[in-house]
């Protein structure tokens, strides 16, 4: 019998093969599987590895514009950066995830933990709370309460090309996104915050690094994907519903120098889970000889710089071609 996390590979891949497999996809995750799936508990981890981000770079939210990669289905994050003083909240995803009902959700979670929140963040509880009053939908249209408070949301977007002026941001920020991304798209999306960034702006990601199909199957390690060689995982772990890149620290850290920037701060998170004893033996030879911290490590938290002329982030981005000053119509 096959192993729970290869029949999950399965099944993504039998929704990939049907018509309109990722939006049937996205329906069922939001639908029908159990309200837990999409509590918000499982991502409590955000409230404290966001902060230690913004502590490690020695940046705050407040007056700033920011910008997120990967948006995903509750605006968690955005929720909370409104609720410490940010200027204004640009969400973007490759597809339109979020929900009325999603987003009601999150609020409703932000303001019965706002004291929990307000002492994990250093704020005052009684500003999160008034902040976060006003982005409840009530009977309007989420999008138009959370626009009016400067949090707009833009989907379908390829952030390779994000349509932003250059210069025009003060953060690019993203959590559990970049290590779902294809390789060939990872250098393409930092170039383009290289080029969206204010001098001295800030690239802040925490990145999910571990194979999360070990998730739901106790019995593999966080490492299991490192296992395979790359045609072999393309072959048997990875399909469009559900892609990991298995991109170790070090690579994220490459990328952002390349693009341009200078890392700031980063700190690998091994804890959370079952890590299992790392047998180097299992490893495919081309991750075997890495540091043990690169292979347990199941978040990265990196903080990158900006730092350069902004003319050659633009070049490099677009090859040369204009880029637009407004948002591509969505």
């Given amino acids: 019998m096959l192993p729970r996390w290869r029949r999950s590979v399965l099944a993504y891949r039998l929704i990939d093969a049907l018509p309109g497999g990722e939006p049937l996809f996205d329906w069922y995750k939001v639908s029908v599987l159990p309200g837990r799936r999409f509590g918000l508990g499982p991502r409590e981890y955000m409230l404290r590895e966001m902060p230690m981000l913004l502590g490690g770079s020695q940046t705050t939210v407040e007056g700033k514009d920011l910008i997120e990669v990967g948006a995903g289905w509750q605006p968690l994050l955005p929720a ?21 009902h999603l987003v009601e959700s999150t609020v409703d979670y932000c303001l019965e933990r706002a004291g929990e929140i307000a002492a994990l963040v250093g704020a005052e509880e009684s500003t999160l709370r008034a902040r976060w009053s006003a ?28 349509g932003l002026p250059s210069e025009s941001v003060d953060i690019v ?12 798209i990872l250098p393409g999306i930092a170039l383009e915050s290289a080029r969206i960034l204010r001098a001295g702006g800030r690239a802040l990601h925490d990145i999910s690094v571990y194979d999360d199909l070990s998730n739901a199957d106790p019995s593999i390690p966080s490492w299991n994907f490192l296992r395979f060689g790359d045609e072999e995982w393309e072959r048997i772990g990875n399909s469009r519903v559900h892609h990991q890149n298995r991109w170790r620290p070090r690579s994220y850290a ?16 091994v804890g959370g889970g079952v890590t299992h004893d790392l047998e180097r033996s299992l490893l495919d030879p081309r991750f075997r000889e890495l540091p043990a911290e690169e292979v ?14 902004v003319a050659e982030y633009a070049a490099a981005a677009t090859g040369g071609a204009a880029v637009p000053d407004v948002w591509e119509s969505s």
Wanted: hydrophobic share 40%; aromatic share 10%.
């Fill in 173 to 184: 920020y993203s959590n559990s996104c970049l290590n779902y991304v294809p390789t060939p």
């Fill in 135 to 162: 982005l409840r939908p009530g009977r309007h249209r989420w999008m138009d309460v959370w626009g009016s408070r400067g949090i707009t949301y833009r989907a379908p977007v390829d952030f390779q090309r994000s």
């Fill in 80 to 100: 909370l950066f409104h609720g410490l003083g940010a200027r204004s909240i640009v969400m973007t995803d490759i597809r339109r995830h979020m929900r009325q």
């Fill in 296 to 309: 347990l490590c199941k978040h990265y938290l990196l903080a990158a710089a900006k730092w350069g002329p």
């Fill in 254 to 269: 490459a990328l952002m120098i390349e693009s341009g920037m200078r890392i700031v701060w980063d700190e690998r998170l």
